[in-house]
């Protein structure tokens, strides 16, 4: 689920690709239908979570038609060149057995395989809750490993090793659970690889910089691949990163700030351009959707920037380049910087938006009605938030809404959805 309203100074790398068999009018003769209506957003599969079976998830439900199905680079090409594609394929037959359409967000950034950063990777780890040691077998740590990264869902992003045995690595912070025997996790730059950064929250994790020539080889052979194995719709997103660090990293990349533009700036424009005409060629019948955020401040270019993508890639793929964000909540307008551009082109463009967040918890009501402390608009109920973000949605220009699981299966909800995609899909 996205963030929220994204204010901060951040820098968006591309970050997904999407897949998606729609059934509603064509952008063009040579184009898939537009997706349309209600997309439920399940949470993200990779091996030990796979999609399951159809009970698993509401691909039944008739008010949905579809289903956004997320996942990371590193889930999908595990080793260089190597692909699992049974975590897509099984979605894909669970789509042609219930009539809907799919959407594969496959995200690179905090998402992208530890090998492209010289990982070395284990499957064999135990560990303790709030226990600051990390256990394997076959991980034969040395003493170079002290200062390498660890990345590891059983600990915080950044975690380093500071002390080892041969089976017994102490790390820089404790467990989040206790594992034993079977944890996977990966030991960074044990051997030559791209440059990385290790991110803080809101979007913790391990990336590397985007527009590094390795890093764009391989994302997007990647995409080609992907585009190969798969037909339909195909989506584009982003993650954050820190602004001075791949400022940095551009102008050593080659990349130099202009009058109006950033090093950084200029390099996220170029790169973008780049991979989004990687994805028009491996998916030349479906349109590819950017997520509009800002991707710098406003003192660095960040809305000229997004502003001239949105333009560049509507007037080099009329009817093919889509539109969305991950922002959608009661109070929004079409004036707003994120959702003008699907305003302003849902005509003829494909649109779409995902919701900020849930109604699963009144802090998450509160955001979706922009109420205090998140603004300072009344607070809603439940079912008002999530109606009045439907009509907002449908007002902005939107023909899908991607809508939290634990929304689209409440008995509550189920003649609003009825109602809400219907008039999305109208559009």
């Known amino acids: 689920m996205g963030n929220a309203l994204k204010t901060l100074g951040i820098l968006a790398a591309l970050a997904a690709a999407t897949v998606a068999f729609p059934r509603l009018a064509a952008a063009g003769p040579a184009s898939k239908p537009f997706p349309a209506g209600i997309v439920d957003l399940p949470g993200s599969i990779s091996a030990s979570n796979p999609i399951g079976p159809i009970y698993s998830h509401p691909w039944l439900n008739v008010n949905v038609a579809g289903m956004r199905i997320r996942t990371g680079w590193k889930d999908i090409e595990t080793q260089d060149g190597v692909y699992n594609w049974k975590l897509i394929d099984d979605c894909l037959a669970l789509a042609a057995t219930s009539g809907k359409f799919i959407g594969l967000g496959a995200i690179a950034g ?39 990264v660890i990345d590891c869902d059983k600990f915080p992003p ?12 102490t790390l820089s912070a404790p467990a989040t659970a206790t594992k034993s025997g079977n944890l996977t996790f990966s030991i960074l730059a044990r051997h ?16 590397p910089v985007p527009w590094d020539p390795v890093v764009l080889t391989q994302w997007t052979a990647f995409v080609s691949a992907l585009g190969f194995s798969q037909t339909g719709e195909s989506y584009l997103a ?60 406003n003192n660095q270019g960040g809305t000229r920037a997004l502003n001239a993508i949105v333009a560049w890639g509507v007037a080099k793929y009329p009817g093919r380049f889509g539109i ?14 994120t959702n003008a551009a699907i305003y302003n082109n849902w005509l003829t463009q494909p649109t779409g938006v995902q919701f900020l967040c849930s109604t699963s918890t009144a802090g998450n009501v509160a955001r979706l009605s922009n109420s205090p402390p998140w603004g300072s608009d ?12 439907f009509t907002a949605a449908v ?33």
Request: some cysteine.
């Open 324 to 337: 969305m964000n991950s922002q959608l909540h009661a109070t929004s307008v079409p004036g707003n910087l």
């Open 158 to 169: 950044g975690t380093t090793i500071i002390s080892r045995t041969g089976t017994v690595a």
């Open 192 to 207: 030559p690889g791209v440059p990385f950064r290790v991110l803080t929250a809101p979007d913790s994790g391990v990336m």
């Open 378 to 389: 009344p607070l809603l109920s439940a079912y008002a938030a999530m109606n009045n973000s």
């Open 110 to 148: 905090i998402k992208s395989p530890p090998w492209l950063m010289g990982a070395d990777t284990f499957t064999d780890g135990s560990t303790t809750l709030n226990v600051a040691t990390l256990t394997s077998p076959t991980a034969s740590f040395v003493a170079a490993d002290v200062g390498r």
């Open 238 to 297: 982003t993650q954050q990163a820190d602004v001075d660090y791949f400022n940095a990293s551009a102008v050593a990349a080659g990349y130099a700030a202009t009058v109006d533009f950033s090093a950084g700036m200029v390099a996220w424009q170029a790169v973008t351009k780049k991979i989004i005409d990687t994805y028009m060629t491996a998916f030349p019948t479906t349109p590819p959707f950017i997520t509009v955020a800002r991707p710098f401040p």
């Open 395 to 427: 007002n902005i220009g939107c023909r899908y809404v991607e809508t939290c699981e634990v929304d689209v299966i409440n008995p509550a909800y189920q003649t609003m959805l009825a109602t809400q995609g219907a008039a999305l899909k109208s559009k």
